[in-house]
């Protein structure tokens, strides 16, 4: 049975940092990623790792303050989040896809965690 479990989140003010986890059990990946949803809007990938290759992707919003890494060995996935701004509050997701292709839309996505809240205060 496959489950994504992710850490719970936090809050933070602006400038600070956080790094949240993801368990990830049951099955074997192509790419990794992590979402994020703000109220009223839609669904955004974050980052992507793919683990093969440890080829990363970032939005543009976060080149530069955040990191996606995975640890194979534990089947973690992690986001470090840092220089943390009041945009990057919102409900974070860990999702995954097995089949050959991308982890860039939700609807690229086979799994998903149950999400954690990351507010930023300014």
């Known amino acids: 049975q496959v489950q994504l479990v992710e850490s719970v989140g936090g809050s933070v003010q602006a400038g600070g940092s956080l790094r949240l986890s993801c368990a990830a059990s049951g099955s074997t990946y192509n790419c990794m990623a992590w979402f994020r949803q703000a109220p009223g809007k839609e669904r955004e990938r974050v980052a992507t790792i793919y683990p093969t290759s440890r080829r990363t992707v970032y939005a543009d919003s976060v080149k530069g303050r955040f990191t996606i890494s995975q640890d194979s060995a534990k089947n973690m996935l992690y986001l470090q989040m840092s220089s943390l701004k009041p945009g990057d509050t919102a409900m974070y997701y860990c999702?995954?896809?097995?089949?050959?292709?991308?982890?860039?839309?939700?609807?690229?996505?086979?799994?998903w965690g149950k999400g954690t809240q990351v507010t930023i205060s300014s």
């Open positions: 999702a995954a896809r097995r089949g050959i292709g991308d982890c860039r839309r939700p609807v690229d996505i086979d799994y």
